[in-house]
């Protein structure tokens, strides 16, 4: 395993340790890769080590990624935005297809709130610069609002569910498995998910140092998490079992959540570049961001 991580040496200078470290979420594919420890049998032949470290949301991925701490890693669609919006040095390498339903707004069951609208003015929980800030930018345009007209009370998942059952906050934005879990010990309400607002896609994205040094090994782990996801999918019992032994949850609220996700990822298409330009534009255009972005330059190119 790799000691003090080199920030800010060359490429190949970086990685000379062979170890490779990627960062995960609590839940999703590469969780599933990790627990069945095939990317570590399919580089010990090459005598390259694999390092898992768990964060609790996009942002605070990519901004180990941008330090150097890592070297590839999974978020949704807004996070790479605001990273790129600051300066990291990210490639999206892949996607996984849209899950919609994997994200949301909740409110208490008890809640008197059953209408986007009546947000107004309201406090809502979110992780900043995560997947379900672009849902909740989406959901208040629908009904003619802007970010501005409610209270955004920034927190990671675990500190805005206890904001959210102790009634500290009138809403959450939120995605699995966190929803999921939310939905089955609270009873928590679907004000909305991102069907028709947002696609929640899945994105898998490397430092540019990494690409740069490690092309081949960047191709076999893109591989590998194509043929991990075809394996859940074909596999949905047994990637509950997994997943649910790594997080500690419920089956069934696993379950849940599983029944949700994308499977079959894929290298970028125009489709999706796009869909991230425009979550882009959108975030410029409210001030979220403080430059216009060009997505597609933070694209790699398996090919140079």
């Known amino acids: 395993m790799l000691g003090a991580v080199a920030v800010g040496l060359p490429g190949k200078a970086r990685f000379a340790s062979k170890t490779i470290h990627i960062g995960v979420q609590k839940y999703g594919t590469l969780i599933v890769l990790r627990q069945r420890a095939t990317l570590e049998a399919a ?38 935005i605001f990273a790129q919006a600051a300066g990291s040095p990210l490639l999206y390498v892949g996607f996984e297809p849209p899950t919609p339903r994997g994200e949301a707004i909740l409110v208490p069951n008890t809640s008197k709130i059953h209408a986007l609208a009546e947000l107004r003015g309201r406090k809502v929980a979110l992780n900043k610069g995560s997947n379900v800030h672009y849902l909740l930018v989406q959901a208040l345009t629908s009904v003619g609002m802007t970010p501005a007209d ?35 010990a ?53 990637t509950v079992r997994l997943l649910a032994a790594s997080m500690g949850l419920p089956a069934a609220v696993v379950a849940t959540a599983v029944g949700r996700m994308g499977y079959g990822a894929r290298t970028l298409t125009r489709e999706v570049v796009a869909d991230q330009q425009n979550i882009a534009d959108t975030f410029f255009g409210l001030g979220l961001i403080p430059k216009k972005l060009d997505v597609a330059s933070a694209v790699w190119n398996s090919e140079t």
């Open 43 to 80: 580089l010990q032949p090459r005598g390259i080590d694999v390092s898992w470290h768990e964060f609790p949301g996009g942002p605070q991925l990519l901004e180990a990624l941008s330090a150097g701490a890592i070297d590839f890693g999974t978020t949704g669609e807004a996070p790479p």
């Open 186 to 238: 609270t009873g928590a309400r679907v004000l909305a998910d991102g069907t028709g607002l947002a696609p929640n896609r899945q994105f898998f994205l490397a430092s540019r140092a990494f690409a740069a040094a490690q092309p081949e090994i960047l191709t076999l782990i893109n591989s590998q998490i194509d043929t991990t996801d075809r394996w859940a999918k074909a596999n949905q019992p047994e």
């Open 150 to 184: 409610v209270t955004p009370i920034y927190l990671a998942p675990a500190d805005a569910r206890a904001a959210f059952e102790r009634g500290a906050v009138d809403a959450w934005a939120i995605w699995d498995p966190f929803l999921a879990a939310a939905q089955d």
